[in-house]
Every structure is written in C-alpha cells, then in structure tokens.
C-alpha cells in the first residue's frame, strides 16, 4: 500500500495534479485499454471464424429407428446413385410425399448409410412398413458404388423365403437403353423384392437417360400416387389431392466473403498408408509424365498419363479403376462467369441452413467447400457442359426478366414441351452454357445456381494401365481426346481428356499440374492361377487394363511364376497412326509374356476389319482354351464393339459345340457366372 501511495504522489508531484485527480486518470486509462484489448479480440475471434473453411458436411450412418408415432406411417426412400440424379429424384420425391400426406414420416436414405454391418440389413428391413428405391444402373450392370454392398447382401442369398409380408414397394430405375444390361439393378431389386414376400405397389419404372429420364420419373411418380393415397391419405385429406404439387426451387444460403478472407484452398492431404481414399476423401497427386501415344500422322489424339502415388497410402491392384477429378478449362470458366453476370474473382461460400442454424429443407444437394472463388467453383465443382435437366429450366425461367425467354423455358419444361425438349435439348446435345447463351436475361443468383441449376461436376473414371507389381509408385492412364463439333455446330471438348491433354507434367516442369484421385475396386483380374489360358479384348482404349494385365504377367515371369498361354485381340485404325503401345506390346511378345498378338486395322484394307472378324478366324483356338478353363475378358465401348463381340461368342460356342441358340444362351451365361467371361465397358 505505501508503494502505491508513494507512487501516486510522485506523478503527482510530476505532473503537477492533486493525488485525487491522477487516481482518476490513471483509472480512466486503464478501462480504454481494457475496451481496446476487448474490442480487439472481437475483432480476431470473427475473423478467425470467417478463416474456418467450410467443408461438406459427412453423412453419418442412419440412427436406428425413431420410435412409432402413434397415427403416422414410416416411408424410407432409398437411393443408389453414380452421378446424382437418383439422390435427386429420392429427395424430390420425400419432399412431395412430406406435402402429400400429413400422415407420413419420411426419410431419405443412402443405401451405403443403411446399415453399418451386412448383418444389420435384416434386422433394419424387418422394420421397415413402406420403401421406395431410386438405383441407377452403371457400367455393365452393376451398381452404384453406393449401393453395390447393399445389392450384393440382398441378391445373394436365396434361402430367406417369404420374410417380407410386411413390406410394400416401389423401384424406380436409372439406366441408358444404349446398354445391354439397361436397368439390370432395378429390375433384379424389384424381383427379389416380390420373391421375399413384399408387396409392388406399381410396376418398377425403368428410366432411359438416352431420352428424357425426368419424364419417365414423372411418369412413373404420377402412377404410384393412387396407391399412396390408399395408403397415407385420411378421410378428410381426400379433397387436398386436387391441389397440383409445385416443386420449390432449391437454393443455398450464400455469405459473400471480403478479400481479406483466407479461401478454402482444398489441398487435398498426402497422407499416410492408414489413410483410406474414396470418392468423398481423394488425395491430391502429381502427374509425374504425360506423352501422346498417337503418330504425328494422326488427326486424333490418345494421352499416356502417370500419377505419382509415392508417400500417399495409395493401393491399387491391376484391373482397377481409377476417379480423376478434373477441372473445366479457362474458356468454360470464363464463359460461365460471363453468363451469371458475376467477377469470377468473387469470394464466397454456399450453406444448406439459415441465419439462424435451421434447415433451408430436405431437397438440397450437399454443398462443395468453402468460402471459394467464383472461378475455383466453375472450374472444380459445376457440369457445365452436358444438356441441362427439365428442373434446371424451371429454375432459369424463374430468374429470366424477358417474359418471351421466361415463357419459352417453361415451356420446353413443360409435358407439353417434351418433343421440342428432346429434339432441341437432347437430340442436338446443347450445353447448359449454350442454354443459358440462348436465354442471356436469365441470370439466376449463385444460390440457385449451384442448386437447382448446374449439377455438380463427377469424377471421371478410367481402366488403370498398370500393375503395382511392374510399377507400385504410379497410376497409368490411357485416355483417348474428346474433340469435335456436336450437332449445333459447337466443338465439344471432353472435361477430363481435355484436361488430360493440357496437363503439365513434373518432368518438365516443377509446377505441375496436381489432381484429386481415387481407385474404385473392380472385379476385373487375372484369374488366381496363372497357368489358365487368357483371352483379352480390346480395340483402342480398351486395351488400357490389358497393358496392366501383361505388366503384371511380365513381372510374374521375371520373379520364376510360369505363365499359360495369353492372347489379345487388338483394334486401331492405321498402324502409322494409332497402334498404341505397339513397341510395348512387341516387346510382350518377345519376352513370353504375351502368346500372340492379333491387331485388326479398321482402315487400311478395302473393308473395315475389327476384332470380332479376328476372333471368328480364331474361333477354334479360342473355344479350345475356354474348353480348358480359359478366361475371356473384353474391355471397351459398350453400345458397339462389345455387343458385336458378345454375339461373336455366342457363334463362335454355337458352332464349335454344334449346338442351338437356347443351349448356347446357358453356355456362355454359365462363363459369367463362373467369372470366366469378364467385360470392362463404358
């Protein structure tokens, strides 16, 4: 105390003020720097919020049941989906049924969400009163990777009986009639269903994306309301049914950012081997070489590309495939930023709740990371390029201020308007950019935008040219250039391979060009035993697991494994032009590796040659080593070659085994089911 006074008296004295006046400068002084410090903390705590990226929120596993609800009736709708259209159509639909019916509880569901173990399918489905499936068809009819743990513990197990007398149900499927197995998913879902005992609401709806899928949904959809009304609807709900449902346009909350707010950079994390990598969680790689596998003399283009996975925890086997996540080129972007009538240097990120913390609803996609530039959103996260949905006009119409362009989009959304939507959307193949060229008053907010509008840009999935036995620190890519006018006159250029072809590899330079990957596991492999006779098809690009194939046969070889005997069927047009790997596949030859190399050259004699003529001149060899217990595995384009090839097969078994068409039906089924006949086809 005395130091104190003494203190105080001395400024005093210094200052030349009574002891009274310098206690209450000095206090007046220390409570401004007291609100100084506080309002400066403010200060850094709102900053270092508006620092925190936002990232998509994960999806968790769905909790066990809710507890009934007395007078209220459970309706799961579940979905599998590749692209997002299915998960769309499912949350459309819940939030129909949510306006629909007062009755009704809804929940939209993953099918990879559903249940964490197998073992809990059973359990979970047993519970379950009134489902609806959204699944989409992908590649050779397989499904989705969402929904493949799902499908393969529901198909597989044929001795459950009746156990689902309690269930009733509905599918709807999304396929592509191009393909063979069109809707396979759907279809065997919706079988297995009836066999164990559920009851079909409505025949399964099967979707042709080739079309106008969003009509085929509606039209199934408009089908399967009588039934629910039966189902859902209380006596004195019966007059609301008259009232026409009308869809809300999503559109997310979006916070514009200042410039002096760190953006979310999405540096994908270079993590170690307890690091699990999947279509939500890539890791960011370099690309190590990039060459043109093409000669000079050609006017097409093939890019030979190499990931480097060194250090990342990366694995892969040979005859996987791998996600590229690749961006939209400059031109694309710019375009887009021009359209919206926004800087493409706008800091911003976009939210599925309001200000207040509450849900802005059930149909919103999930969101992609944040706070971002407007030309980091364009170029990483938006399809751009493909024809636009039906819902995607509504949403331009809504935002268009000419009443003639207003009207129009409408109408080409519109049952009245299907015609013209297929021949002018569809048949002429126009870009949602060249739509929105079209419409120049329709300029959407950015809520909308990435909502309702554009959908979010897929990975693009590839054939792995490579073994990790031969090469285990590199991802090989063979991909063919995507380049050429579509019917309105414009050059379409392919997102990935386009990306692909401008990649600037580490070889030549330091900066080079990074992507985010992921390997999707196949069931395309050599078979356990090496010594079994192979058979690989595949003209052009759908050499790519072929080359993995032999690599890992080579080193096999090299490390003392003796090998069976192994052709290819290969197909290009010009040898001068585009034979692919030609060195590579000679130098297979030599070194054992490969028994014989068959290459069909579609332009070089008087008529086109392809692989399937090859395979006829060899159609007594081929069917002796499937005879042996050979394999046969053809990769490549599914609406064409691997059709021809496939009915190839079936000429080659009818003739060799003299038999007729039924019994070779059950022979060449009996190879796909032994996984004996294998196909990788897109």
């Not at 297995?192 to 709806?205: C, D, F, N, T």
């Not at 938006?382 to 636009?388: I, K, M, Q, R, S």
């Amino acid at each position: 105390m005395s130091t104190s006074s003494d203190l105080i008296r001395s400024l005093a004295s210094l200052l030349g003020l009574s002891e009274s006046d310098v206690v209450i400068v000095t206090t007046s002084i220390a409570v401004l720097i007291g609100l100084a410090f506080f309002i400066a903390w403010r200060r850094l705590a709102s900053q270092s919020r508006d620092l925190k990226p936002i990232v998509p929120s994960k999806v968790l596993p769905v909790e066990d049941e809710e507890e009934e609800v007395e007078g209220k009736t459970k309706v799961t709708v579940f979905f599998g989906t590749q692209t997002g259209t299915a998960e769309g159509f499912a949350k459309a639909i819940a939030e129909e049924i949510k306006a629909r019916y007062d009755k009704a509880i809804v929940k939209v569901v993953d099918l990879d969400d559903y249940a964490a173990d197998d073992d809990q399918y059973e359990e979970k489905l047993k519970k379950e009163s009134l489902v609806l499936f959204m699944v989409a068809t992908y590649g050779d009819g397989e499904p989705t990777d969402n929904a493949a743990r799902f499908y393969k513990w529901f198909t597989e197990e044929t001795e459950r009986g009746a156990w689902l007398k309690q269930l009733k149900y509905g599918v709807f499927g999304l396929g592509n009639r191009q393909y063979e197995h069109f809707n396979k998913i759907a279809k065997v879902i919706d079988e297995q269903l009836s066999e164990q005992g559920a009851k079909r609401l409505i025949p399964v709806g099967l979707g042709d994306d080739d079309q106008c899928i969003e009509d085929d949904f509606a039209a199934w959809r408009g089908s399967l309301w009588p039934e629910l009304d039966q189902l859902l609807l209380n006596e004195d709900d019966a007059v609301t049914v008259s009232t026409p449902y009308t869809a809300a346009i999503p559109e997310y909350r979006v916070v514009i950012h200042d410039s002096a707010v760190t953006s979310y950079d999405d540096k994908l994390i270079k993590a170690n081997g307890n690091t699990s990598f999947d279509i939500h969680h890539p890791c960011s790689v370099d690309v190590a070489v990039r060459r043109e596998l093409h000669k000079p003399e050609s006017d097409r283009s093939c890019i030979h590309l190499e990931f480097d996975i060194s250090d990342t925890g990366i694995i892969y086997e040979t005859g996987d495939h791998v996600g590229v996540y690749a961006e939209n080129c400059d031109e694309t972007v710019e375009l887009a930023g021009k359209l919206l009538g926004q800087p493409l240097d706008l800091l911003f990120s976009i939210h599925t709740d309001k200000d207040d913390g509450t849900s802005l609803g059930g149909s919103l996609p999930p969101t992609f990371p944040g706070p971002c530039t407007l030309r980091t959103a364009l170029a990483r996260y938006t399809d751009l390029l493909n024809p636009p949905r039906k819902a995607a006009l509504t949403a331009l119409a809504a935002h268009a201020n000419e009443p003639d362009e207003a009207e129009r989009l409408k109408f080409l959304s519109s049952p009245q308007g299907k015609d013209e939507f297929s021949q002018w959307i569809i048949g002429s193949q126009r870009s949602l950019l060249e739509v929105m060229t079209e419409f120049p008053s329709a300029k959407p907010p950015l809520g909308v935008f990435f909502a309702a509008i554009a959908p979010r840009l897929q990975p693009r999935y590839y054939s792995i040219s490579s073994s990790p036995r031969y090469v285990p620190h590199r991802v090989h890519v063979t991909c063919a250039l995507v380049y050429g006018p579509s019917p309105t006159g414009r050059i379409h250029k392919g997102v990935c391979s386009t990306w692909m072809k401008n990649a600037v590899p580490r070889e030549e330079s330091h900066i080079c060009t990074q992507a985010p990957i992921f390997i999707r596991p196949s069931n395309f492999k050599l078979p356990a035993d090496f010594f079994i006779p192979i058979i690989m098809v595949g003209p052009g690009t759908g050499l790519a697991p072929f080359r993995g194939f032999l690599q890992e046969r080579l080193a096999l070889k090299e490390s003392g494994v003796q090998l069976g005997p192994a052709i290819f069927f290969f197909g290009c047009r010009n040898r001068r032009m585009d034979f692919i790997y030609e060195d590579e596949l000679n130098n297979f030859v030599e070194k054992g590796v490969l028994s014989e190399l068959i290459v069909a050259f579609s332009r070089e004699g008087p008529t086109k040659e392809y692989v399937q003529h090859k395979m006829m001149d060899r159609a007594e060899y081929i069917w002796r080593l499937i005879s042996e217990g050979g394999y046969i595995y053809v990769c490549g384009d599914a609406k064409g070659m691997a059709r021809d090839v496939h009915r190839t097969l079936h000429t080659i078994a009818q003739e060799q085994e003299r038999v007729d068409t039924s019994k070779v039906e059950a022979i060449v089924k009996k190879l796909q089911m032994d996984g004996r006949y294998l196909r990788d086809v897109w």
